[in-house]
T-cell receptor, first 117, second 112 residues
Framework: DAGVTQSPTHLIKTRGQQVTLRCSPKSGHDTVSWYQQALGQGPQFIFQYYEEEERQRGNFPDRFSGHQFPNYSSELNVNALLLGDSALYLC????????????????FGSGTRLTVV | EDKVVQSPLSLVVHEGDTVTLNCSYEVTNFRSLLWYKQEKKAPTFLFMLTSSGIEKKSGRLSSILDKKELFSILNITATQTGDSAVYLCAVREVQGAQKLVFGQGTRLTINP
């Protein structure tokens, strides 16, 4: 049973560039949430995707955008990279219960370490 | 603004010691509190607490929630070097995406 898969594991980009990070959810999960974890800090919620739509967004600028595909996998895009975007980007997948409540079986991937130079 | 604060931020103890990690929160729409262990990258789930006063246990780890005083503790007894990690506390909201609001973590180091 594959868990949450993220790619790439490491990435180095230059300021001003754009980056795309990918996440494949755990089998049976239909919801993907993205978090940013700066060094020495706890993860911060970026946004969540369900049924190919962004359902909620944290306090992140529009440079951060995402997408969810029909197979539930997701991408996180960051434009015009800043040095401060350097962080571990975590994807978490989950499923909704019969009442439509999110975040059951919440499982994290191993993350993508993004370094902006 | 929702806030989760963990203490201490860093802790160094000897193998065999007992440790207590603290988590306090100010969250408007509280649903549950979760503890995670993060060794390298992926946080791994330890406990989910929804009711006050009910202790959850898993081996040498235990946790309890106080919803009146808005805090939780995570206890680890007879610590081992393999317990060295960052321990994250997170609160899950009731509404919307039910996102997790994390504390900054406690870095625990167990010396042999």
């Amino acid at each position: 049973d594959a868990g949450v898969t993220q790619s790439p594991t490491h990435l180095i980009k230059t300021r001003g560039q754009q980056v795309t990070l990918r996440c494949s959810p755990k089998s049976g999960h239909d919801t993907v949430s993205w978090y940013q974890q700066a060094l020495g800090q706890g993860p911060q919620f970026i946004f969540q995707y369900y049924e190919e739509e962004e359902r909620q967004r944290g306090n992140f600028p529009d440079r951060f955008s995402g997408h969810q595909f029909p197979n539930y996998s997701s991408e996180l895009n960051v434009n015009a990279l800043l040095l401060g975007d350097s962080a571990l980007y975590l994807c978490a997948s989950s499923h909704r219960n019969r009442q439509g409540e999110a975040n059951y079986g919440y499982t994290f991937g191993s993350g993508t370490r993004l370094t902006v130079v | 603004e929702d806030k989760v604060v963990q203490s201490p931020l860093s802790l160094v103890v000897h193998e065999g010691d007992t440790v207590t990690l603290n988590c306090s929160y100010e969250v408007t729409n509280f649903r549950s509190l979760l503890w995670y262990k993060q060794e390298k990258k992926a946080p791994t789930f330890l406990f989910m607490l929804t009711s006050s006063g009910i202790e959850k246990k898993s081996g040498r780890l235990s946790s309890i929630l106080d919803k009146k005083e808005l805090f939780s503790i995570l206890n680890i007894t007879a610590t081992q070097t393999g317990d060295s990690a960052v321990y994250l506390c997170a609160v899950r909201e009731v509404q919307g995406a039910q996102k997790l609001v994390f504390g900054q973590g406690t870095r625990l180091t167990i010396n042999p």
